[in-house]
């Protein structure tokens, strides 16, 4: 059985340039800006040396041309996530395309466990989406200027490919090209960004190594360039650059955590929304060289716990995390994922084994939402109306999709590190087992799963029944399950309203 991608009608407008953003894809966003069709370019997700297609995405027309959406004469429900393709294309042969998953992957991703095909698809879907998005913010960028920095983008993307593809498909981009979306369609609020785009474009350029002349406006004394940190001009004014600029200006080089690709982004001004927004989490101010240190110990030893335990999971990390940005203090929260920001994780300082299971579940978040932009799982709305044992507050469906997800994860992260003899693991492992059982069943009883939802829960459900093979010592499992039934009357007995929505 094979799902194609849904077409992008209202939900994909919803999510992909939400009013408020969401520091965690728990809830679909609420109705934004009006967005192109979910189409997918031909080349959209290339493999390294093909290049991006900027000018065929700038050849294509507006966006209602560049892709329409096909009936195949199914209703909604079943037929929604199944039954509509999207055609066009400017090259002869079509030059757009849809997903298709397969069961075998879709399974797959459900089951939480690491594939190459799953974390293939989670990639292609963020780079494609990036494209969409940054073909949006062409179409509506007025001004010469706009076409300028894409042309400087094209001429930088000729010479390194991979480095161009980088600086655009950065986490903080997205958070970027959204609001910079967002406030295009909206001209009674504060104007767009634009000059965010030189940025880019610069950083690009940098890194490709072309010659090229630019003037960029810096702000509060300050440029930021996307991958690479802070320029600081030792005079107020616009400022004129060229392909030395880094290496003849101050500079404050974005920070590179220990043993990979992923870097500690506490300089990008995008990288966690605009402070207008209201939001529960807050990134931190720029960390001193002892806060970058106290990141690099903390990191090494998750690396080193994930690697020993779960090999597979380390890796997977090491793909699909570009950044990770320092939470402010003043937040309970242990971590946090935004949808605009794919690649990233948001997360506090905390010990080894804390910041590791931070990453394993953080990272399931930004797979789901991935696959939420190409699938439709739910119709439900964003009603908070059902029991998340890790939470004190209801959830919408889609909440508790994404909560029972990254605990299903966490689960078999703790199972693992238990068998490897690490302290406690047993009854972490058993507690958020427990927690995981016992809102499977709900899930699967909910009737606005679609049938690909319904079969990706029942991915889900069969990975949980996997752990039976390999079961805590004594009656761990058991005293969770007692300890989860008492909290679990306790929250009905906070929410009478909702016990009705407890019980399958």
Known sequence: MTHHTRSADAEARSRAVPATPDPRPGDSPPDGVPLPEQALPEGAAPSPGQGLPWARVRAQGRPEDWARPVDRGQGRG???????????GAEPGGGLVRFAVSSHTLRALASTEPSAEGTRLVRDVRRSKRLLLLRAVLDAAPGAEAAERWA???EAERQDPEAVRDVLHYPATGVW???????????????????HLGALAVAAALRAGIGFKA???????????PTLGLLRPDRPGP??????????CATLPLHALPGGRTALDDLDPYRAPPAAHPAPVRPARRLTPKGHKRW?????????????????????????????????????????????????????AQAPPALAATLVHEVQHGKLAALADVLTLHTA????????PWRGDPRPLEGLLHGAYAHLALAGYWQRAALYGARGAWAQHARVRAQVAAVLPVLRAQPQLTVTGREFVDGMAAAERTMDELPPPGDQHATARRALE????????AHPELAAFVQV
Do not use: F, K, M
């Open 239 to 248: 400022l004129a650059l060229t392909e030395r600029s880094w290496d003849s």
């Open 381 to 388: 709305d964003r009603t908070p109306r059902l029991w998340a």
């Open 152 to 154: 400087l983008l094209e």
């Open 296 to 348: 690099d110990t903390q990191w090494s030893g998750a690396l080193t716990l994930l690697e020993r335990y779960d090999s597979a999971r380390a890796d997977e990390i090491g793909r699909l995390l570009r950044t990770v940005v320092p939470l402010g203090g003043g937040t309970r929260s242990s971590g946090a994922t935004l949808p605009a920001a794919a690649g990233s994780v948001l997360a506090r």
């Open 177 to 195: 090209a959204e609001e910079t979306l967002r406030r295009l369609h909206a001209p009674q609020g504060p104007p767009p960004d634009l000059a």
């Open 215 to 225: 003037t960029l406006r810096p702000v509060g004394g300050r440029l930021a360039l």
């Open 486 to 493: 008492r909290e679990r009357r306790a929250w009905c007995e």
């Open 78 to 88: 079943q037929g929604r996530d199944q039954g509509v393709a999207l055609e066009g």
